[in-house]
């Protein structure tokens, strides 16, 4: 069974999975919403639900207070759709709106905050991102090292 979900305010529609997150269903059908963590800890992808229920799932209960929950926000990196919804939420653009680029870059400093997130500091030709991800995909390339970045996702400082 799937749902459709509404962003406004653009009025984008994309389809949910009962058992998907509406996170995951969004970047799937091209659509960026903000997230970090993916995990329920972070609180970059929090959002309204305008319209319809949702499963909030497992998150830090600090992430999302109750109050939050009782003016309608949800984070959409755990919430499941219950029903049609309608939800309010930044977006960054479309992922085919974004051209993927290959940059040169260097690792500049490894900071680890647990067991399983690592802050990386990468060294770009003009200037520098800071890069919170649990993942990125490097490319060796001869004596230097390449990342792949989205500019959604990759917040510069
Ligand atoms: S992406 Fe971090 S809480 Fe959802």
Do not use: W
């Not at 802050?119 to 001869?142: E, F, G, N, Q, W």
Request: glycine content about 6%; charged content about 25%.
């Amino acid at each position: 069974m799937s749902f459709t979900t509404t962003i406004l305010p653009s009025g984008h529609k994309f389809t949910v999975d009962a058992d998907e997150n509406i996170l995951e269903a969004g970047l799937r059908q091209g659509f960026t919403l903000p997230y970090s963590c993916r995990d329920g800890v972070c609180g970059a992808c929090k959002g309204k639900i305008i319209q319809g229920e949702v499963d909030y799932g497992k998150y830090q209960a600090s992430t999302l207070s109750a109050a939050e929950k009782s003016a309608g926000m949800a984070l959409f990196c755990c919430a499941k759709p219950k029903s049609d919804l309608v939800i309010e939420c930044r977006e960054v653009s479309t992922l085919n709106d974004i051209p993927v680029k290959l940059l040169p870059t260097r690792v500049h400093k490894l900071v680890k905050l647990a067991d399983d997130v690592m802050v990386i500091y990468l060294k770009l030709p003009k200037r520098a991102l800071a890069v919170s991800c649990r993942t990125i995909h490097r490319y060796p390339a001869k004596n230097r090292q390449t990342a792949q970045l989205l500019p959604g996702q990759c917040p510069a400082r």
